[in-house]
């Protein structure tokens, strides 16, 4: 059984049937031929983008010359109401000083140290699923709550039952539901003071999350210097001084911050996670596999479990191939540069794709399969080396990375061991990239005790 991927677009379209199909959805709105493609060239009558699939030059562009090639300020005008100057939408040296203050809290023995809060939470979430055993439950929900939940202790202590929590993550609820990947300014060069043409609710719900972020940031900073405050990754990024310069962050970026943090952290997962579940229902062998496997799981936390769920983390690992989170990612040229005998003018837009490369049919084998095995063979482990990017590649590479994998091997084994997963006839979910890659009308799985 091939897991469900949508349906290319026709080879030629005209800009406004492209703009509307994107609109939808971005994934839909390509043509079949970019599985195969190594690089593909696409004008627009205010820019060229190119979108990049030959291994070498993805390394190029994130690994070798990452500076030459920063993020693009078009991705960013949908997304900066809500997470300002982050990390996420940040370039050269504002970037750099913010990734010395954030990265040491996700270095080393800080994930040991986070995994018994991400274990109070996947034991929270497996007793909301087993008390629906026998329903029919749209697991994107489910796994929505239970990434949240992470963030939320591991974050700032708090579980996702505590008000504050709770409001934010509702906003961000409805966030999701207004808020495409791009908007029109990432197509058209729009002057700063015209409106960016956003959906109705889009920035009225970027507003109250922030102000629900600024109140738990400003709790944060008046336990810190109190001298109360846990010591979480929240306290840790908000103590941390850049090295170079000896400041820390201020409210408002720590703001920034954590709305990324919740975002990337929150929404990615609970894509990842309802995929997995999804193809662990649809593949009962595999599923089976991993409930034996995840009797390895004591009953308290052990960090060093982790290192011996490895068919989950190769489940995991699959699914983040199939269903990459975030599809694609762009940069912008800063100088000319020639790629595949093609010249590109700077300022021109350069798309890698996740959800292209993970499925190109000139590298992977069976690349539109669920295959956990391939990570154990030589083509398997020469695209993992060579054309596997689910947190990007590089200086910036996703700092959260290693705390997603343990997020995900942890809730796969600890539902799996305890309950059974069947998909629903009839309801296939047709995968759709807004924020994330997620199904258009939810993916719905039967729940049993085993």
Not at 36 to 44: D, H, L, Q
Not at 85 to 98: E, I, K, M, P, Y
Not at 206 to 234: K, Q, S, V, W, Y
Not at 411 to 420: A, F, Q, T, V
Request: hydrophobic content about 40%; glycine content about 4%.
């Amino acid at each position: 059984m091939i897991p469900p991927k949508p349906t290319a677009r026709p080879e030629k379209v005209s800009l406004l049937r492209y703009l509307r199909l994107f609109r939808q959805d971005i994934l839909s709105a390509q043509p079949a031929r970019l599985y195969r493609a190594w690089m593909a060239e696409f004008r627009t009558p205010f820019f060229r983008s190119y979108l990049v699939n030959q291994p070498e030059l993805v390394k190029t562009v994130l690994k070798d010359r990452p500076l030459d090639f920063p993020k693009s300020g078009r991705v960013s005008e949908g997304l900066r109401p809500l997470l300002g100057a982050s990390v996420f939408l940040t370039n050269g040296a504002q970037w750099q000083r913010q990734r010395r203050i954030i990265d040491p809290a996700f270095e080393g023995g800080r994930l040991r140290e986070t995994y018994p809060a991400m274990w109070d939470a996947a034991q929270a979430a497996l007793a909301r699923l087993a008390a629906r055993a026998g329903e029919e439950v749209e697991i994107e929900e489910e796994t929505s709550h239970a990434a949240a939940d992470i963030i939320f202790r591991t974050l700032f202590s708090i579980p996702i039952e505590d008000a504050l929590a709770a409001r934010v993550f509702h906003e961000f609820r409805a966030y999701q539901r207004t808020q495409p990947i791009l908007n029109l300014a990432a197509f058209v060069p729009l002057p700063r003071w015209l409106p960016r043409f956003r959906r109705p609710g889009t920035r009225a719900a970027a507003r109250r999350i922030r102000a629900l972020i600024t109140e738990l940031t400003e709790r944060r900073m008046a336990e810190i210097r109190a001298g109360t405050a846990p010591d979480d990754l929240a306290t840790k990024i908000m103590t941390t001084r850049d090295p170079e310069t000896g400041e820390t962050f201020s409210t408002e970026e720590m703001v920034d911050q954590v709305a990324i943090f919740f975002l990337a952290g929150h929404e990615t997962s609970a894509s990842a996670l309802a995929w997995a579940f999804y193809l662990v229902a649809t593949h009962p062998d595999w599923q089976e596999r991993l409930a034996e496997e995840a009797q390895l799981l004591g009953e308290a936390p052990a960090f060093s479990d982790i290192a011996r769920l490895r068919l989950s983390r190769d489940v995991f690992r699959e699914t983040l191939r199939l269903y990459p989170p975030v599809p694609m990612m762009v940069r912008e040229t800063s100088c000319p540069e020639r790629f595949r005998d093609r010249a590109l003018k700077p300022g021109s837009q350069v798309v890698l794709s996740p959800w292209h490369q993970h499925r190109h049919e000139r590298l992977w084998e069976n690349p539109h399969g669920f295959d956990p095995a391939r990570w154990g063979t030589e083509n398997g482990r020469r695209c993992q080396r060579e054309a596997y990017m689910p947190f990007s590649a590089g200086p910036r590479v996703c700092t959260g990375a290693g705390f997603a994998m343990v997020e995900g091997v942890l809730m796969l084994s600890l539902i799996l061991r305890d309950l059974k997963l069947q998909p629903v006839e009839d309801r296939v979910p047709e995968p759709v990239a807004f924020l994330t890659v997620r199904a258009r009308d939810g993916i719905h799985l039967r729940v049993d005790k085993r």
